[in-house]
């Protein structure tokens, strides 16, 4: 067994007194906005004999509501490519992007994602860094999104919040922005390599292919994920 550390973040929306709250847990902790969750589930099996080792990352994550609800869809993306899996209480679906749908939440009663990261490698492989983004919302209630970043290595980790802005926001196929005077708005990949750098002004679109993304934006910095 080896320690590593499970960045953790969320972005939340608004909600009126009566909405549907959706909650994501690591284990008996709830995962709040820039939390940073330590544990040690990953497991790595060596085989000598036949020259290569497995690697399981499979960290305890559920999720619950303050309202019942049987229309809740999760969705998994592994924007470092790699194949993960997700169950999310029931048949288990593998892949680079995973999507559950009509997932049954009760109150009180957290639901198991079941989800993990398996990968088998030469012996003189580093391990890598998995990144996975993964939302759930209730398709019948708008602003019911809930969204965090998962980041998994062996030996490194980072809080990696995806911050709601009214100014800055994913939309499909790109960001949206919106600013009263000239601002500064830089779009990195998590290599850091630019792919969007400007003074913009007013309401505008960046068109950006589907992935993860660090932002500079009015003094403000973080990850936004655009789908």
């Known amino acids: 067994m080896k ?13 009126s007194a009566n909405a549907i709250e959706l909650t994501f847990w690591m284990g008996n902790h709830k995962i709040t906005p820039g939390s940073t969750v330590e544990f040690n589930d990953i497991t790595v099996n060596v085989y000598e004999d036949d020259q290569y080792k497995e690697v399981i990352m ?14 809740v869809k999760i969705t998994a993306t592994c924007t470092s490519g790699q194949s993960i899996q997700l169950c999310a209480g029931g048949t288990c679906r593998g892949g680079e992007t995973v999507t559950k749908e009509k997932v049954t939440v009760r109150p009180n009663q957290n639901v198991d994602l079941g989800f993990d990261y398996i990968g088998e490698f030469d012996l003189d492989d580093e391990i890598p860094v998995v990144v996975t983004v993964i939302e759930a919302e ?10 965090f970043v998962i980041e998994m290595s062996e030996k ?9 802005l009214d100014e800055l926001k994913a939309v499909d196929g790109g960001l949206s922005y919106k600013c009263d005077e000239a601002t500064d708005l830089v779009v990195t990949t998590l290599a850091g390599v630019s792919v969007f750098s400007a003074t913009v002004s007013g309401e505008g679109h960046i068109a950006l292919d589907k992935g993860l993304y660090v932002f500079t934006f009015g003094g403000k910095s973080g990850k936004i994920y655009v789908r």
């Open 3 to 15: 320690k590593f550390l499970l960045a953790l973040s969320c972005m939340f929306a608004i909600y």
């Open 58 to 71: 499979k960290p305890d994550l559920s999720i619950s509501t303050n309202i019942y609800s049987s229309s």
């Open 138 to 147: 209730d398709v019948n209630e708008s602003g019911s999104r809930v969204q």
């Open 156 to 164: 490194n980790a980072s809080v990696s919040e995806i911050e709601v």
